[in-house]
């Protein structure tokens, strides 16, 4: 029996700059980043934004995310996986 995920709309930030962004010595990442460091297509990252809450922030036509926030959310979404 699948479990109801509640869908988290991804974050977009109003500025189209990301220097306009609040940085706090955070690292990160653009999307192909993000498809290195998953192995995963673009299609499929878009796909895990919209369907399973992977945080993003969109600046612009870019998609931006924070490592810490892509690490959290494998170490949440992983273990459904199996």
Known sequence: ??????????RRIT???LSDV??????????TDVMLM???SRVTISKYIKEK???????????NFKKSEIDRW?????????
């Open 1 to 10: 029996m699948k479990k109801n995920l509640k869908k988290k709309k991804p």
């Open 15 to 17: 500025s189209t700059r």
């Open 22 to 31: 609040p940085m706090t010595g955070e690292r990160w990442l653009n999307m």
């Open 38 to 40: 998953l192995q995963l």
């Open 53 to 63: 809450g992977l945080p993003a922030y969109k600046v612009g036509k870019a998609w």
């Open 74 to 82: 494998l170490r949440q979404f992983l273990p459904r996986i199996h």
